[in-house]
């Protein structure tokens, strides 16, 4: 079985990227594991409420097919964060799938993998992108071999369905 594991901050994650995306993948037989800086509930920004069962600090890339940084304001948490960046360039040596959407995808811009790579991100995190070194294309879904990256909530579907596919090859 194929397993996927969701970096979520423990609070104001955008709610359509979180559930859109599992959905997709609970749908496909994919397992999907959430992962925070806390174990128990999280909330998004709209209410929406999931349960991080492991510390990102404790995330073994071998047990995962991907590594998806979920959106929302709260993912401001992890842009500077030590494990969070590790586990990007970790999952990036491995070849493995590697997706962030909305604002997370900052997460992988300060990490180094996005160095010259196409990729998309929510308003907000543009220059940021540019100024580590990523192909910023300002498309809603962007893919660059193992990287997938998309703009915000309005691709949530599609950027399930991208990552999936990735998987699935």
Same mark, same amino acid.
């Given at each position: 079985?194929k397993?996927?594991?969701?970096?979520?901050?423990?609070?104001?994650?955008?709610?359509?990227?979180?559930?859109?995306?599992?959905?997709?993948?609970?749908n496909?037989?994919?397992?999907?594991?959430?992962?925070s800086?806390?174990?128990?509930?999280?909330?998004?920004?709209?209410g929406?409420?999931t349960?991080s069962?492991?510390?990102?600090q404790?995330?073994?890339?071998?047990?995962?097919?991907?590594?998806?940084? #979920?959106?929302? %304001? &709260?993912?401001?948490?992890?842009?500077?964060?030590?494990? @969070?960046?590790?586990? =990007?360039?970790?999952f990036?040596?491995?070849?493995?799938?590697?997706?962030?959407?909305?604002?997370?995808?900052v997460?992988?811009?300060?990490?180094?993998?996005?160095?010259?790579?196409?990729?998309?991100v929510f308003?907000?995190?543009?220059?940021?992108?540019?100024?580590?070194?990523?192909?910023?294309?300002?498309?809603?879904?962007?893919?660059?071999?193992?990287? #997938?990256?998309? %703009? &915000?909530?309005?691709?949530?579907?599609?950027?399930?369905? @991208?990552?999936?596919s =990735?998987?699935?090859?």
């Amino acid at each position: 079985m194929k397993k996927v594991v969701f970096i979520t901050a423990p609070v104001a994650f955008r709610d359509e990227e979180y559930y859109k995306p599992k959905d997709i993948f609970e749908n496909a037989c994919v397992e999907v594991i959430t992962a925070s800086v806390k174990i128990g509930e999280l909330i998004g920004r709209f209410g929406y409420k999931t349960i991080s069962t492991i510390l990102i600090q404790n995330i073994n890339i071998d047990n995962f097919n991907a590594i998806v940084y #979920i959106g929302g %304001n &709260g993912a401001n948490i992890f842009f500077n964060n030590h494990y @969070a960046l590790k586990l =990007a360039n970790d999952f990036f040596k491995h070849d493995k799938v590697i997706a962030s959407i909305c604002i997370a995808s900052v997460v992988l811009a300060n990490s180094g993998i996005l160095n010259g790579k196409r990729a998309t991100v929510f308003s907000d995190g543009k220059e940021i992108l540019i100024k580590k070194g990523a192909l910023y294309t300002g498309n809603r879904l962007e893919i660059d071999k193992n990287i #997938i990256t998309a %703009n &915000g909530p309005e691709v949530a579907e599609d950027f399930g369905k @991208a990552i999936l596919s =990735a998987i699935s090859d």
